[in-house]
């Protein structure tokens, strides 16, 4: 991720009570915020809005958050965004997938929002 405050957040989730809840909590941090409910419709929005962060369930229907995370670090655009997966997976052989898939890091649900607010923030620090 390139240095400066992050801004655009992507959130994908096939979860509409979670997504409610990303929302609320990120927007009163200041964060633009886009949503998806599955790996296409993430794809998507990445490709057309290029967000500083996005952040991925990885159990979603049509296309799972690693795959997205593929495809994404695939693209080898000039800034690269942070990647966090957020995923009920929470065996160390999953956070060690979700790592080779390329996410930065790995919380599992239910997810300390502040934890991942402190990851974001300290990205932008490099």
Known sequence: MSNGKAERLLI???DPNLLAV??????????AIRTAIDG???LAVYR?????VVMLDIQ???LDGRAVAREIRRMNVVSSPLLLAVSALSAPAERAE?????FDDH???PA????ILAAIAASTLV
């Open 12 to 14: 994908a989730d096939d």
């Open 22 to 31: 990303y929302i609320l909590f990120f927007e009163a941090y200041g964060y």
């Open 40 to 42: 296409p419709g993430a």
């Open 48 to 52: 057309v809005w290029r967000p500083d």
């Open 60 to 62: 979603m229907p049509r």
């Open 98 to 102: 979700s790592f080779k898939a390329g």
């Open 107 to 109: 919380f599992v649900k």
């Open 112 to 115: 300390q929002l502040p934890a």
